[in-house]
């Protein structure tokens, strides 16, 4: 930073993402016998962006985990958040994140630190989202009907459905008149199979999802746009 006096007056510059835990800007009155004892005025800067650790790779259907902070210098409070749809449950350095509800692969846990001058930049820790199977999903092989999670949605929605072979199927939604406004085909494997879909264009309201497979079988479900 910089400081330039003039008189009982100065301008202190601080740089652009400048952060410290404290800084003194000290003032002495001087004349020809000296000068007096410095008095300082202390001024406290936004803190800098907390480090986020904690799992990296993670289940869908493995629980809460847990992530933490070590904190920031000057810091009166900490704002948790998580992106991909998984739900957060903050509290205070530590926060709790289940990723039922997430959408697989790449996400990110972020927390922010806070004090009278305002946010820092978010500290980040990427975590990876696996659709992982347990014991009983590895072994069952009969068709259980289709499930979409989160359900109701923002548009962005997991479809997960068991297959007893290995097939192609079409995935269809429709709104409730009809219309089709999303077409995909999905090549499933024996077992457990999820796909995603981004229905966030959409106008709010209910649609069919529908799973088709060659053989001319099909289940359908509401999803909930919200």
């Known amino acids: 930073m910089t400081i330039v006096g003039s008189g009982t007056s100065a301008t202190v510059t601080f ?5 410290s835990s404290a800084v003194a800007i000290c ?6 016998c000296g000068s007096s004892t410095a008095r300082c005025f202390t001024v406290t800067t936004r803190p800098a962006a907390p480090v986020v650790t904690g799992p990296a790779t993670v289940c869908k259907s493995g ?3 847990t992530y933490s902070t070590a904190g920031s210098a000057t810091a009166t409070s900490y704002t948790w958040s998580v992106t991909g749809g998984a739900s957060i449950a903050p509290a205070g350095l530590t926060a709790g994140v289940n990723y039922a509800s997430s959408l697989t692969g790449a996400q990110q846990v972020r927390c922010a630190a806070n004090n009278a001058c305002g ?3 978010n500290g980040v820790l990427n975590v990876t989202v696996n659709a992982c199977r347990t014991a009983d999903e590895q072994v ?3 068709p259980v009907s289709m499930v979409a999670f989160p359900n109701p949605t923002d548009g962005r929605a997991s479809i ?3 297959a007893d072979k290995k097939a192609q199927y079409s995935l269809i939604v429709t709104d409730l008149l009809g219309k089709v406004i999303y077409n995909e085909m999905v090549n499933a494997s024996e077992g457990y199979n999820m796909t995603e879909i981004n229905l966030s264009g959409v106008v709010k309201g209910v649609y069919l999802v529908s ?5 001319g079988s099909a289940q359908t479900i509401r999803l909930v746009v919200q």
Do not use: C, K
Not at 27 to 32: G, I, L
Not at 211 to 215: H, I, Q, V
């Open 15 to 19: 740089p652009s993402g400048y952060t």
């Open 27 to 32: 003032v002495t009155a001087n004349n020809s």
């Open 63 to 65: 629980g809460v985990y």
């Open 119 to 121: 946010a820092s930049q």
């Open 140 to 142: 069952q092989t009969a």
């Open 160 to 162: 997960s459905f068991n």
């Open 211 to 215: 799973l088709r497979g060659e053989d």
